[in-house]
């Protein structure tokens, strides 16, 4: 076990971060610096976390931020990708994150925050539409709802690490909130992932059946929504 000075990290831990920070150098399009600055700050800010996986927590920013590269999502998008959780979740505040890597960074980090805060779970399509409304009304800067689907996406692909009623209810989220708002913001590939997974948890034996049929008549892989 582990005490409170320890950290859950060795350096195999980074093998993510790193294969993925290749590609972010040989893009001019990206600040290697900043991203790599944002990294070290998330590494050291979720060092004692753990998610529901096992997994270290620092894995979720980076995959958040790698879904949000292969978008083609700009510098501050990727930066406020893996530091998305660092307010809410540890030492770091919002002051601290806008001293370090600017007001446009904190503007995306603070709104990503704010969304989370809202409360999501409703089998009412009408209330549904009304939080779908209100994330957009709240978000001057469309790059945070961005960053939060991406950050649902990747909740949804580890979603099997939740008990089974939790797994329920975040489905039903995703189905009634996110994947359309990915519908409407027309990121069709994250909408249809959404869907999909959703339905894998929501109706299992349904999913698997209608999954089997398109891969005998298709081949594998393929999307069916």
Do not use: W
């Amino acid at each position: 076990m582990l005490n409170e000075e320890q950290s859950v990290y060795t350096d195999d831990y980074d093998d993510g971060f790193n294969k993925f920070f290749e590609d972010i150098k040989k893009n001019p399009q990206y600040d290697s610096e900043v991203i790599k600055k944002a990294y070290d700050l998330a590494r050291d800010a979720h060092k004692n976390q753990r998610r529901r996986s096992g997994e270290p927590y620092i894995m979720h920013p980076v995959a958040v931020a790698e879904i949000l590269y292969k978008l083609g999502m700009d510098n501050e998008c990727i930066v406020g990708a893996l530091l998305h959780d660092v307010v809410e979740d540890t030492k770091y505040d919002l002051d601290y994150i806008r001293q370090e890597f600017g007001d446009e960074v904190a503007l995306l980090v603070d709104g990503v925050t704010k969304l989370g805060q809202i409360p999501l779970s409703t089998r009412e399509e009408v209330q549904a539409e009304n939080i779908r409304k209100m994330f957009i009304a709240m978000n001057e800067d469309v790059r945070v709802i961005i960053i939060k689907l991406c950050d649902r996406l990747h909740n949804m692909r580890t979603l099997s690490a939740k008990e089974d009623e939790k797994r329920r209810i975040t489905a039903l989220e995703t189905m009634h909130v996110y994947a359309p708002l990915a519908h409407r913001l027309g990121i069709q590939r994250i909408k249809t992932e959404l869907e999909n997974l959703s339905l894998s948890y929501l109706d299992p034996i349904g999913y698997a059946e209608v999954k089997g049929d398109i891969e005998k008549r298709y081949g594998q892989n393929r999307d069916f929504i």
